[in-house]
């Protein structure tokens, strides 16, 4: 199928406002664009779609992160007996969970690999 | 099972005697990997098996997947590009597999995490989307993906993957033109 790189100009340019919450069809110019009108009646609903699909958080990245560590073995004490208590000032100075159960569970799972 | 075993707590070693240019990738580069991808890895394995479960499981095989190849990884371009083929290799066989065992109760009860969610789409409407989807070639996958759930332009994606952005703005007209032409087929049946 041969497709002008004018129509790939013009979905690229409706895709960028769609996803900025603008009205893409304000993008595609006077003459008749039924291609890229009919891709993008896809998108739309590929973007709800994706838009709800959930975030890695929580017990599943506690989860994910647990076994793929626990899968393996490292012989880093120094580094371990190292991160742990820097983890543990991160925790207490940044404030911010997330990133702080990241340096945690860093710490963690190099104890689980000694 | 592989082990994830670093010689030393540094992130490359040279042998210099066995081969030249030859690195050993050590434990500290897969958690900078990690850390830097998985929450991609994560949202591609549940673009590809729509179950939060198979892909958190799909998740875990492609890092241990990507520990034994790790090896093999500069031939293969950007870490975003290689751990999504990964990824999409881990859900294919993990698909496959789900097929041969037949457990279509178990992937029905849990495969769609979206049926809820989305309620300006019918329940048929995502299901033929996400088939579709599966039905793209790996480099589509991966354009859709970064594009709508990574909501990334297009010059980003073509730098997370290592291609020219024209490349890129072609591979997301074709995919998209794919996606509805499959989507008509799925309506007309």
């Keep these: 199928v041969l497709v002008s790189a004018e129509s790939e100009l013009a ?15 304000h993008a595609l110019p006077e003459a008749d664009r039924s291609d890229v009108r009919g891709l993008m009646d896809v ?9 709800q699909a959930p975030p890695l958080e929580g017990h599943r990245r506690e989860g994910l992160w647990g076994r793929v560590a626990a899968a393996g073995r490292g012989p880093e004490k120094l580094a371990t007996a190292l ?12 404030g911010n969970e997330t990133q702080a159960f990241e340096a945690r569970e860093r710490a963690r799972i190099r104890d689980v690999w000694r | 099972m592989a082990t994830l075993v670093a010689e030393r707590p540094v992130r490359t070693i040279r042998f210099q005697p066995v081969a030249p240019n030859i690195e050993i990738r050590g434990n500290e580069w897969f958690v900078d990997l990690y850390e830097s991808t998985c929450e991609s890895v994560y949202r591609f394995a549940l673009m590809l098996m729509r179950d939060p479960s198979a892909a958190e499981d799909v998740a875990a095989e492609v890092y241990l997947r990507a520990w034994r190849a790790r090896d093999r990884f500069e031939e293969r371009g950007t870490p975003v590009a290689w751990v999504l083929s990964i990824t999409r290799n881990c859900a294919l066989d993990e698909l496959r597999k789900r097929r041969q065992e037949r457990n279509l109760e178990a992937i029905a009860e ?15 409407d995502v299901t033929a989307i ?10 589509q ?6 594009r709508f759930y990574e909501e990334l332009p297009h010059e980003s994606v073509a730098l997370k993957l290592g291609r ?5 703005r072609a591979i997301q007209f ?15 049946r």
């Excluded at chain 2, 074709?174 to 007309?188: D, G, I, M, P, V």
């Design chain 1, 43 to 51: 998108a739309q609903k590929l973007l709800t779609i994706a838009r």
């Design chain 1, 11 to 25: 979905l690229d340019e409706c895709l960028d406002r769609l996803l900025s919450g603008e009205d893409w069809s």
């Design chain 1, 83 to 94: 991160l742990a208590p820097w983890a543990m000032l991160f925790r207490l100075l940044a």
């Design chain 2, 130 to 139: 996400h088939g579709a989807i599966r039905c793209l070639t790996r480099e």
């Design chain 2, 174 to 188: 074709r995919a998209l033109s794919r996606l509805r032409k499959l989507l008509e087929e799925s309506r007309a």
């Design chain 2, 110 to 124: 849990h495969e769609d995490p979206t049926q809820h969610l989305a309620p300006e789409l019918s329940e048929n």
């Design chain 2, 164 to 168: 020219n952005p024209n490349a890129v």
């Design chain 2, 141 to 146: 996958q991966q354009v859709i993906f970064l």
